[in-house]
Every structure is written in structure tokens, then in C-alpha cells.
Antibody, heavy 120, light 107 residues
Framework: EVKLLESGGGLVQSGASLRLSCVASGFTFSDFFMDWVRQAPGKGLEWIAASRNKARDYSAVYSASVNGRFTISRDISQSILYLQMNTLKAEDTATYYC???????????WGPGTMVTVSS | DIQMTQSPASLSASLGETVSIECLASEGISNSLAWYQQKSGKSPQLLIYAASRLQDGVPSQFSGSGSGTRYSLKISGMQPEDEADYFCEQSYKFPLTFGSGTKLEIK
């Protein structure tokens, strides 16, 4: 059974850093593309970062809104996906979802999410 | 960026009614379109991918269609458990973008 479980969210001040983690199980982590998608309170979904699989050298892609501030990475040995978030802004306040992505970039499994609140 | 215009923003349907939700892409996306259902307080779940392919385990009352820039999700026979928010996503080009969502409620 595929499982994704995020952690690391919390309340931080504007300008601070935070690292989110996502423990994956039930599938071969290195074979799959993995992404982060966020959802501001009461709002829609926003894709923010992608990590391709081992065959694609785990190459990363970012949305313009987080490029240069956020970094997606993996610990393959522990099947953990990370999102390092620096220089956080109030507009980064959201629930952050770890998602498994098909090579055609649709998301077939989602974690329950972890909430990040950035106070200004 | 590809803009996804989703309509309607909200919809109220009676039990057993058939409803449709549409997404219009700002450019052609070659059927690279997925639909998700998000129930209150839960994470989204994939319903349809590649515009019309049903994800494993999703009831056949859900169906997707469309081509080019215009796509739709049809729910045949509204059930209480179908009350949720629905989102489309284009996966044709980065940045991946979502529609703004449709809130579906029971009348």
C-alpha cells in the first residue's frame, strides 16, 4: 500500500526557514517522480516543486513563486522527500502536500498534508 | 503559463442528477488533463487522467472527455458521497497548473 506522510510544518515568522519531510512507503521511491503541491486556506491547489526519478537524475523543477527560495531533495536510503523553505513569506501560508507523480505529471497519491503558517 | 478556467465555481445537484464541470485551457494541452476530488478536510484524490482514463478504484459514474483546450468531468447520478470540491490540472507544460475548483453540493 502506497503511503505518504508529511511532517515539519508549524508557525514561523516571516523571513524564517523550515524544512518539510515526507516519508514514503509501499513503492520503490527512486523509480517515481515526486512533487510538492500546496493549498492556501480556503483556496485552490498550487504546484510548487517537482523531483524527477533516478532515471532522470532526480532533476528538479520549481514554480516561479518559490524558485530560488525552496529546494526539493530526497534521501533515497530512507525514502524521504524534503522541501527546504527559506525566506518564508506570509503568502507561503498553506497546507503542503507531498504527492507521487506519474511521468505524465498527474498525481496519483497524496499525503494528508502539513500546515505551514507564516506570520508577518 | 497555461491558465485553466474552471466552471462553474459552485454547483448544487439533487440525488441521482447528472452534473458536468468544465475546464478551459488557455492553449491546447493534448489531453494532458487530470481531475481530482477533494472532500472536506481531506487531501485530493485522483479521479481521471489523460482527460478520459478512470483511475483504478474510482467508480464508473465519473467520466472525463474533451480535447484541445476544452475538457469536462461528468458525474452520472449524484450521490451523497460526491459532495466535494473538484479541480482540474493540466500536465502538458510546466508550471503545472490547476483550475480554481468547483464546489459541488447536494440540493
Amino acid at each position: 500500500e502506497v503511503k505518504l506522510l508529511e511532517s515539519g510544518g508549524g508557525l514561523v515568522q516571516s523571513g524564517a526557514s523550515l524544512r518539510l519531510s515526507c516519508v514514503a512507503s509501499g513503492f520503490t521511491f527512486s523509480d517515481f517522480f515526486m512533487d510538492w503541491v500546496r493549498q492556501a486556506p480556503g483556496k485552490g491547489l498550487e504546484w510548487i516543486a517537482a523531483s524527477r526519478n533516478k532515471a532522470r537524475d532526480y532533476s528538479a523543477v520549481y514554480s516561479a513563486s518559490v524558485n530560488g527560495r525552496f529546494t526539493i531533495s530526497r534521501d533515497i536510503s530512507q525514502s524521504i522527500l524534503y522541501l527546504q523553505m527559506n525566506t518564508l513569506k506570509a503568502e507561503d501560508t498553506a497546507t503542503y502536500y507531498c504527492v507521487r507523480a506519474h511521468p505524465c505529471w498527474y498525481f496519483d497519491f497524496w499525503g494528508p498534508g502539513t500546515m505551514v503558517t507564516v506570520s508577518s | 503559463d497555461i491558465q485553466m478556467t474552471q466552471s462553474p465555481a459552485s454547483l448544487s445537484a439533487s440525488l441521482g442528477e447528472t452534473v458536468s464541470i468544465e475546464c478551459l485551457a488557455s492553449e491546447g494541452i493534448s489531453n494532458s488533463l487530470a481531475w481530482y476530488q477533494q472532500k472536506s478536510g481531506k487531501s485530493p484524490q485522483l479521479l481521471i487522467y489523460a482527460a478520459s482514463r478512470l483511475q483504478d478504484g474510482v467508480p464508473s459514474q465519473f467520466s472525463g472527455s474533451g480535447s484541445g483546450t476544452r475538457y469536462s468531468l461528468k458525474i452520472s447520478g449524484m450521490q451523497p458521497e460526491d459532495e466535494a470540491d473538484y479541480f482540474c490540472e493540466q500536465s502538458y507544460k510546466f508550471p503545472l497548473t490547476f483550475g480554481s475548483g468547483t464546489k459541488l453540493e447536494i440540493k
